[in-house]
């Protein structure tokens, strides 16, 4: 690896005079990254050994094929990119991906997901806000229908993953479905049709009611009964145990309960993100940045989850934008700064040509060996937007 994982905390002062050479040196690497990879291939979720390889070939998908859940964070990326720096270089990457994720929604490829929103937020509506793009705009409404078939009655969820058929899959979501949320609200916005606004605000009722727990940490999934619309369990796929508390998908609470919050207008979905960064915040280690669950702590030995960090930077300056309290807002703000100074500090690459992510030290799916401390793409994308959000507080974000 290219540098250690710390033992000391980072102050939130220490981030003044960070931010452009942060910046700087993650734009050097995704402009190398793109010169390597091109605007037709994408790279695999994580890196290997810090540099990211092409996307394997999987099934019918050719090798650097638009397939998965991530390829969407690399476009956010581009769009980022050209807002700060008005390069054309960015611009035209980004409209490059956004053609090939029309292509893929018209194609039908992939589609079996909740996730569509990840994907189609970033790489397709931040292009229609932004240029007016007319094509990326009619895709992204199609994966916005995409979307609503996935929404069960009377459960009143999307759910999250596989064939509608599936009965190991059926009646479940993850707590990461707040954040696919937004293309359904973006959809509605844009077609005035009310039943786009009607799932999100019961699939988030939902999960405010039944994946947030009572000490406020949160379960991964959660399952209800298709048929009946009964909550089932909560479960894990990715953290220590079913009832531990994965740093990720804590992280997702915090921003999505707060970016649905500001869709909806619901008082007790604020809350819930509060809720989150609460519990969130009293679980960090010394230096700010979770271990890849929150059950573990300094000493345990376990990988840090810098993405999670990230996301959660991003989910507090969110929650600080829409907290009605003005020192609760400030307070937020300051956890998210001294997060971030600490990801700067300790997370990033030695020099922009020692490693392909912008960020490192993250995990992906410890219990299956995936991505454990690597880069991965997501944690790059909101580790970009955290300092973006921090260089420009009136930055207007495409979720």
Request: hydrophobic share 40%.
């Amino acid at each position: 690896m290219t540098s250690t994982q710390p033992s000391g905390a980072t102050t939130e002062t220490d981030l003044e005079g960070a931010i452009t050479p942060a910046i700087t040196a993650a734009l050097a690497i995704l402009r190398r990254n793109i010169d390597r990879f091109g605007s037709t291939t994408f790279p695999d979720d994580t890196t290997h050994s810090d540099r990211y390889p092409l996307r394997p070939a999987a099934g019918a998908f050719a090798a650097g094929a638009n397939r998965g859940w991530t390829t969407s964070f690399w476009a956010g990326m581009t769009w980022i990119a050209w807002e700060i720096t008005g390069d054309e270089y960015f611009r035209d990457a980004g409209l490059a991906y956004a053609a090939d994720f029309a292509r893929r929604v018209r194609a039908e490829e992939d589609l079996d997901t909740h996730d569509l929103g990840f994907l189609y937020t970033l790489a397709s509506v931040a292009p229609a806000r932004l240029l007016g793009d007319d094509d990326a705009r009619a895709a992204a409404l199609e994966a916005a229908d995409h979307l609503m078939r996935r929404f069960l009655e009377p459960a009143g969820i999307v759910q999250a993953w596989g064939d509608l058929a599936d009965p190991e899959q059926r009646g479940r979501t993850i707590i990461d479905s707040l954040m696919n949320m937004p293309l359904l609200t973006w959809a509605g916005e844009q077609t005035g049709d009310p039943r786009f606004a009607d799932a999100v605000r019961r699939h988030t009722t939902q999960l405010r009611e039944n994946i947030l727990r009572a000490d406020d940490t949160t379960f991964h999934t959660f399952f209800w009964d298709a048929v009946t619309g009964e909550p089932l369990r909560g479960s894990t796929a990715q953290g220590a145990a079913d009832d531990s508390c994965w740093a990720r998908g804590q992280a997702w609470g915090i921003y999505g309960f707060a970016l649905n919050h500001r869709a909806t207008g619901d008082p007790q979905l604020l809350e819930a993100s509060r809720r989150c960064a609460v519990r969130f915040l009293s679980l960090l280690p010394e230096d700010k940045v979770p271990y890849w669950d929150m059950v573990y702590g300094d000493g345990s030995g376990e990988p840090r989850d810098s993405s999670s960090g990230a996301i959660a930077v991003c989910g507090l300056l969110e929650l600080a934008e829409v907290e009605t309290d003005a020192d609760r807002a400030a307070a937020w703000r300051a956890a998210a700064h001294e997060i971030l100074a600490s990801l700067v500090a300790h997370y990033t690459p030695v020099s922009p040509e020692a490693a392909d992510a912008v960020i490192l030290h993250s995990v992906y799916d410890y219990p299956k060996s995936i991505g454990v401390d690597e880069g991965t793409l997501w944690g790059d994308y909101f580790y970009l937007e955290a300092l973006m959000r921090v260089a420009h507080s009136d930055w207007k974000r495409y979720w």
